[in-house]
């Protein structure tokens, strides 16, 4: 199994993959891989849901 992680480390991994692309939403706290979040889209200012494993893993982004 995977090293548990805080909100801030998962924050942090998304800035080192997608840059300041795109950004985990107010609020919303980081509990495991595979529950989706929201994440704020930096460059069309919309939001979206995604599983942290594809944000990381897969470098997913918004679909816009």
């Known amino acids: ?6 909100t801030n480390e998962f924050i ?3 800035k080192s993959i997608h840059g ?4 985990l939403a107010n609020g919303e706290i980081y509990t495991g891989r ?3 979040l929201k994440f704020d ?3 069309c200012n919309k939001e979206f849901f995604a599983s942290p494993n594809n944000i990381i893993f897969n ?5 816009q």
């Open 1 to 6: 199994a995977g090293k548990n992680i805080t």
């Open 12 to 14: 942090s991994n998304i």
């Open 20 to 23: 300041d692309s795109i950004s």
């Open 34 to 36: 595979t529950k989706k």
């Open 41 to 43: 889209c930096n460059k």
């Open 59 to 63: 470098k997913m982004v918004c679909h």
